[in-house]
């Protein structure tokens, strides 16, 4: 619980920290050719990426003055599809934060991934919010965890969070979806005897008021590198609940080596002058 708390913490104090750009975030429109998505999530790039239409059915993209509203194709299908399943479901406006950026890459803050087009975050408290708010909508994320318990708040929780959450798990593109661990014990709670879906949920800090879609790599996307498959049956056991177990403070933490981007990645900033 403390480890959890410390993380979010930090989080904050390093999203007030002024930092700058990357050489990715440099790049403001998509780099042209066929889609590919490049690398791994936390080390690549994206050739082809396509802006996602700010509002569609069923949905609409917040954050966009962040200019992360890009992805591969197949995202901007899976994200339309999303949109159009859940409404068809009643579920309220579904509100899109980051996607990636025009030629994916690494971000100065905010995420590690979400470089290849195939990663989105979804936020846990519903829309339509008027296009100035959409925006830029600092302050208004729904926090669904109570912190001091690490608990799911009964409050603000309801059965839409749960069908949105199965509806986005269940398209076979979908390699895992990442959300807090005091969410994953709820959806454990109350799936009821359809538990399959939930394999692909995936606890992991921070996430307590959005969730963060992965699709699989593009079959036709020779140098795009999968995560390993997530581990057989619901998650729901032991290992669930390990974090939420106290964690040894091992001191300072080492400072962060950051890997060297695919070759093709590299030439796309050379190809900008940005290498």
Aim: positive net charge; contains cysteine.
């Amino acid at each position: 619980m403390k480890l959890l708390n410390t993380l979010f913490i930090s989080s904050l104090a390093l999203a007030s920290t002024t930092v700058t750009a990357t050489q990715w975030e440099k790049i403001k429109t998509p780099v042209q050719g066929k889609a590919q998505s490049i690398g791994g999530y936390s080390n690549g790039c994206i050739i082809g990426a396509e802006p996602l239409a700010l509002k569609g059915d069923g949905y609409q993209v917040i954050r966009s003055a962040r200019n992360r509203y890009y992805g591969h194709p197949q995202l901007l299908d899976y994200l339309t599809n999303l949109g159009k399943k859940t409404k068809e479901a009643g579920i309220p406006t579904i509100l899109i934060g980051d996607m990636g950026m025009p030629a994916g890459g690494r971000f100065a803050s905010g995420h590690a991934s979400h470089q290849t087009g195939l990663d989105a975050d979804i936020w846990l408290r519903f829309g339509p919010m008027d296009d100035a708010t959409a925006r830029n909508p600092a302050g208004l994320a729904t926090i669904m965890v109570n912190r001091n318990t690490q608990r799911v708040d009964d409050n603000l929780w309801n059965q839409h969070h749960t069908n949105l959450i199965k509806i986005a798990a269940t398209d076979h593109r979908v390699d895992r979806i990442f959300v807090n661990p005091a969410i994953k014990v709820k959806l454990c709670q109350t799936a009821g005897s359809d538990r399959g879906w939930l394999r692909k949920i995936r606890p992991w800090y921070g996430h307590d008021s959005h969730f963060h879609v992965r699709l699989t790599c593009p079959a036709d996307a020779a140098n795009c590198e999968n995560q390993s498959p997530v581990p057989a049956g619901d998650g729901c056991g032991e290992e669930l609940y390990s974090w939420f177990e106290p964690k040894t403070d091992t001191g300072t933490p080492r400072a962060k080596v950051l890997p060297t981007p695919p070759v093709q990645c590299q030439m796309i900033l050379s190809e900008y002058g940005l290498n």
